[in-house]
């Protein structure tokens, strides 16, 4: 063969794919900090509080910083890429697109701020506002439902928001984190404050009498599932070490506010319920998974932990805080680990259980955040002063998030086992003016909706089964007569598919398609049926299994009301 017949390869003058940006990095180490090969902040695990940093700083994630980040840390951009875009507070920005705009407005739409004009309000603030300055979107529930609706401007949020007021904060560029008033180190420790944890730590408080204390108490996970507390040790401690401890702050089930009221009046409350917890597993750190919708709190605990620090009641690092992203699915606890691990909130195929191979492959326990904040009261008052508390036969004190259609919203601190025409009466004031009860939620969006003909069973674990719902986080939501049961299960439907993190086939294509029939003028009750058997029985986590218990709510305790608006069969 000729030399001419040769064929010749043409090399390449650069490297396929784009390529790193020398000055964007340089930029991203200036803002991060320390160089060092062995940093820490170069471990998987801070992936999303850099995330955090570029996006607070700049308002956005181009595709040059998260490469110069990829580089940083050492990690694939394919890795970079789907954390930064699985998490909805994160706006990852092509080369092709424009920046957002300066301020962001995020309109709550839960059913809470829906029942109280979310819609017109997000219709109004869209159509005054100025594109290039201001863009509105809808955002999931905030954890403020008392003060429904609800829209936060930048970080600050706007309660009982109205055009009016939400455009005041937006021409006074109110863009801050909210203040809290908090209690202070100080004024905790004079009134017994850090006693249990010191009195565990010297010897006089053993692991033993306190898991009996607990168990006597009746105390279970108040975040949802209900497992006793004391149980979690037990399974927790039979693991060899090392091994963690993790409270999952991450409350986003609609509905829900009861952990953001007792952070912001007892932060030290709070964590010495969670540092007893790490002591009674020999936790080598305690993470904080605090939800992002909380910008206010991530201060206030900041705060309290450097107070913790310089008092020496803790070792400086011991209590590591994260913030959240704004996924739901984060609050299943396999997910919430794989956050923590700098992942997506991808929820984990079990077993092993998080008590086995939790964080870093490590046992680790997971709490809520008011479930550790009972631990330092029982032990002060007594577990029989906890368990006396009930009602109808049921045992403790349930801190009850109340919204919808009664005179006073908020957190109720009530007996376990209250009715719903109970709390209403004695503790929200009665109906709002005007209303007649029709249906409620017991346990946030995921719990079911109950007519008012069973408004007087007793709300507590294992009391809510047999009618089909289940309580949950005790997030209770009540609708009125002058309320549309159809457009609620669509709410509650539309929240589900979007908060899907697509993992498994029967919640990400389930829960579309469930919402899709839902809007169809006439339902098709068998395949909604056939539908809710496939999500409960298949999907990974309970976001899947329990997304349909709204709709077979309605299919099965409202079907004259359903029947009215021609939606199913008479009959």
Not at 30 to 48: K, N, T, V
Request: some cysteine.
């Amino acid at each position: 063969m000729s030399t001419d017949e040769q064929v010749v390869k043409r090399r390449r003058s650069a490297l396929r794919g784009r390529q790193l940006e020398p000055a964007v990095l340089s930029e991203l180490r200036d803002l991060i900090g320390d160089e060092r090969i062995d940093s820490p902040l170069r471990h998987r695990d801070r992936l999303i509080e850099h995330l955090h940093v570029l996006q607070d700083t700049h308002g956005y994630l181009s595709m040059p910083r998260l490469r110069a980040l990829a580089s940083f840390m050492n990690l694939p951009m394919a890795a970079i890429y789907e954390t930064a875009t699985f998490y909805a507070h994160f706006d990852v920005i092509h080369d092709e697109q424009a920046p957002p705009p300066a301020l962001t407005l995020r309109v709550c739409d839960s059913l809470s701020c829906q029942l109280a004009g979310a819609e017109a309000l997000h219709q109004a603030l869209a159509d005054g506002a100025d594109p290039d300055r201001v863009r509105v979107l809808r955002a999931p529930c905030m954890g403020r439902c008392e003060t429904a609706p609800v829209v936060e401007v930048g970080h600050h949020h706007v309660c009982h928001a109205n055009a009016q007021n939400v455009g005041a904060a937006v021409a006074n560029e109110q863009v801050q984190p909210d203040e809290i008033p908090w209690q202070r180190l100080a004024d905790y420790r004079s009134v017994g404050g850090y006693r249990l944890l010191v009195d565990c730590r010297e010897g006089r408080v053993s692991v033993e009498s306190l898991a009996k204390e607990l168990e006597h108490a009746g105390l279970r996970g108040l975040g949802g599932a209900g497992f006793p507390a004391f149980r979690k040790w037990q399974a927790v401690r039979a693991e060899p070490g090392p091994r963690y401890a993790v409270i999952n702050a991450d409350e986003g089930e609609p509905g829900t506010f009861k952990d953001r009221y007792y952070l912001e009046r007892e932060p030290h409350g709070f964590l010495e319920g969670a540092l007893v917890s790490a002591w009674a597993v020999e936790a080598q750190a305690l993470y904080i998974y605090l939800r992002d919708e909380y910008p206010g709190l991530h201060g206030v605990l900041a705060e309290a932990m450097a107070e913790l620090e310089a008092a020496e009641i803790v070792e400086p690092g011991f209590i590591i805080l994260r913030r959240g992203a704004g996924a739901y699915i984060c609050g299943e606890e396999s997910a919430l680990i794989e956050s923590l691990e700098g992942k997506p909130g991808k929820p984990r195929h079990r077993p092993p259980f998080v008590a086995q191979k939790g964080l870093f492959g490590q046992p680790t326990l997971v709490n809520n955040v008011e479930t550790v904040y009972w631990i330092p009261r029982i032990h002060a008052q007594g577990a029989e002063w906890f368990a006396s508390q009930g009602r109808h036969g049921r045992k403790g004190l349930r801190s009850f998030s109340v919204s919808g259609r009664v005179a006073r919203p908020g957190v109720h601190l009530a007996p376990a086992g209250i009715t719903l025409n109970e709390l209403i009466e004695e503790y929200c004031g009665g109906m709002a003016e005007g209303h007649r009860l029709l249906a409620y939620l017991p346990g946030g969006a995921s719990g079911g909706i109950l007519p008012a003909s069973k408004a007087d069973i007793p709300l507590d674990f294992d009391t809510l089964q047999e009618h089909g719902c289940f309580i949950g986080s005790a997030a209770v939501i009540v609708l009125s007569d002058q309320d549309d049961l159809k457009a609620a299960a669509a709410n509650l439907l539309s929240f589900f598919a979007d908060e899907s993190c697509g993992q498994c086939t029967p919640c990400r294509v389930g829960t579309e398609k469930m919402l899709t029939l839902l809007e169809r003028d006439t339902w098709d009750e068998g395949t909604l049926q056939q539908l809710a058997r496939v999500m409960a029985d298949a999907s990974i986590c309970g976001l899947g299994q329990a997304a349909p218990n709204p709709v077979l709510s309605l299919l099965r305790d409202f079907r004259s009301e359903l029947a009215s608006q021609n939606l199913i069969a008479k009959g």
